[in-house]
């Protein structure tokens, strides 16, 4: 028997399990990063509402805003880990990694709407209604707002190593790293760190030249940039949260080195069709239509197929669900019938 009577698809079955590929130990190390920023926002956004009140900063109350949609979003991002990790089943057979995808949505939603829409909104009325803080509320303002760069800058750093280590496992650049994105939780954690601490330093910025000249037209307009500045960054997140939730292809690089690896085993002749899609932070799909050299009986080719399955597995561990569609590209040329163009 050729292999023309083999069977055309081959893919894996799931083990019981495993969500979504995910690993965790580093799911363990992003609860502990989302843990420790959500500590933090709690007790900086009390710390900040009461000061706001007793100041009569919009700056201050803008920041507090920004503190409530960060502990919000630390809760979405908590919930978003746990559920991400459940096995999958009948209903969902291909994991529940996208879980990740859209609870940083939800919060990508929450940043822009407590944080940034109140800022703004705050500012705005600053400038219409004009500054009232005494000498003494400067000064709650400006310490409720050191003491809150320092909590913050805390988690930022907890979030920066978590990082590094991430880029040092994959053997890219920091920066690599964090273009990467590939755990939503993380990113947000790390979006959100990085914008609190500079919006600290806008609002102690806009205090302390109120302070000065006197004009809330300062405090207002620090307000204002701290709403544009979080609306920017739940603009960026949502983006993100919404290419992988449609269905995002894995690295360009990656793919090639797929390809190549398919292409370098004997049995294959040509790799026809290349697709993969994200399922999770650290989980894959992929499907490749591969026209095999003639001569194999049906035999030899499901031996081949599970080998370079396994293959495929051992060397990229992230490839969840590896599916391999056996075509005859020369029939396919002979009867005029059009093949898929390779992806990738």
């Known amino acids: 028997m050729t292999a023309e009577g083999a069977t055309r698809t081959t893919g894996p079955e799931r083990p019981e399990g495993k969500a979504g590929g995910q690993n965790g130990g580093q799911d363990g190390e992003t609860r502990l990063t989302v843990w420790v920023a959500l500590a933090a926002n709690l007790a900086?956004?009390?710390?900040?509402?009461?000061?706001?009140?007793?100041?009569?900063s919009p700056a201050l109350l803008s920041e507090a805003a920004h503190s409530v949609a960060d502990s919000i979003n630390e809760v979405f991002l908590l919930a978003s880990v746990k559920r991400s990790r459940r096995?999958?089943?009948?209903?969902?057979?291909?994991?529940?990694g996208k879980e990740r995808f859209f609870w940083s949505l939800l919060a990508a939603v929450g940043i822009f709407v407590t944080g940034g829409c109140f800022s703004v909104f705050q500012g705005v009325e600053a400038f219409r209604s004009g500054g009232g803080e005494s000498h003494s509320g400067y000064v709650i303002g400006l310490i409720v707002l050191f003491v809150a760069l320092l909590a913050e800058s805390v988690s930022l750093l907890r979030a920066v190593l978590q990082v590094r280590r991430a880029a040092r496992a994959s053997g890219r650049g920091v920066a690599a790293e964090v273009r990467a994105?590939?755990?939503?939780?993380?990113?947000?954690v790390l979006a959100e760190d990085s914008t609190a601490c500079l919006g600290v330093i806008l609002a102690m910025a806009g205090m302390a030249l109120h302070m000065v000249t006197g004009e809330v037209a300062y405090e207002a307009g620090a307000s204002?940039?701290?709403?544009?500045?979080?609306?920017?960054?739940?603009?960026?997140?949502?983006?993100q949260a919404r290419t992988q939730l449609i269905g995002e292809a894995v690295d360009p690089g990656l793919q090639g080195e797929i390809r190549a690896l398919l292409e370098s085993q004997p049995e294959i002749d040509t790799v026809t069709s290349l697709l993969t899609m994200r399922l999770g932070p650290d989980s894959a799909l992929l499907a490749a239509g591969i026209d095999l050299t003639a001569g194999y009986d049906s035999e030899t080719v499901e031996d081949a197929m599970v080998r370079i399955r396994t293959d495929l597995q051992e060397r990229w561990s992230e490839l969840d669900q590896v599916f391999l569609d056996v075509t005859d590209a020369g029939s396919a040329r002979r009867t005029g019938v059009r093949l898929p163009r390779p992806q990738g």
């Open 181 to 188: 994105g590939r755990d939503p939780a993380l990113r947000t």
């Open 224 to 239: 204002v940039l701290i709403g544009v500045l979080l609306v920017y960054v739940a603009y960026v997140l949502g983006k």
């Open 44 to 56: 900086i956004c009390v710390a900040k509402a009461i000061g706001g009140v007793i100041a009569g």
């Open 87 to 96: 096995p999958a089943d009948t209903r969902h057979p291909f994991g529940y």
